[in-house]
């Protein structure tokens, strides 16, 4: 499995996966250069994507949809809330609707729902064979009932958007941070190192941060966050990075 953040943040956010000869992009929130770009230096091109699968219509996570489809005509995979929520898309005819799972030969997608302000909002957990990888970003909490599905995994991309006082006493109005903190909104730093706490184990290999907020978190303090949380939890693990807004994160390369 070849798995690679190609941008992640609130520019926008684009993730590669390829799989059993199959080449997909989990969301498409970055520009078609961008992500023409992006690609090439992974040795890859945007004729070869086969399918786009949409987690929300926010459009950080949708902006070159409309324009990539037209160019290169992939599968788009998407909830039926979510296609009702994409107009200009009610022409195209290559959208599959997705509820629970995405198979392709070996490879399964699982959806989970989560809490974001939006129609429907998912994440996934990617299974090919042994491999295995949590993508879960722009969601307000972590549902208990999902914990032993995502439990164990090689690799987890996650949320840690915000250290909530640099939130609290930042630029944003009053309005936004109450947005950022809800349980619609996004995961905090010490969040998304407690429910990794719970979740990582044997199996697992790297933990990538995501989505980290420009205006109210750092790199530094999203690291310092996990790495004092997994030390009070005496875990012991350090291969960990945060994704990048604007460069290539490599997370697994087969």
Known sequence: ????????????????LSSNNHKILIDIGKNVKYITDRLKEIDETPENIEAIIISHTHNDHVAALERFVKKYHPKVYMTQKM?????????????????????????????IKTSHDVTDSRNFIIENQEESAVYLTDTGYLNRKYFEMLKNKNYYLFESNHDIAMLMNGPYPKWLKTRVLGTSGHLSNKDASFYLTKLIGDNTKKIVLMHLSHKNNTEEKALETIHQTFQEYQIAFSDITCAKQNEITKVAND
Do not use: H, Q, R, W
């Not at 499995?1 to 590669?16: D, P, Q, R």
């Not at 994409?86 to 997608?109: R, T, V």
């Open 1 to 16: 499995m070849k798995l690679c953040v190609l941008a992640s943040g609130s520019e926008g956010n684009v993730t590669f």
């Open 83 to 111: 296609f009702f929520d994409l107009p200009n898309l009610e022409a195209y005819d290559n959208i599959i609707i997705y509820e629970d799972n995405i198979i392709m030969d070996s490879l399964k997608i699982t959806s």
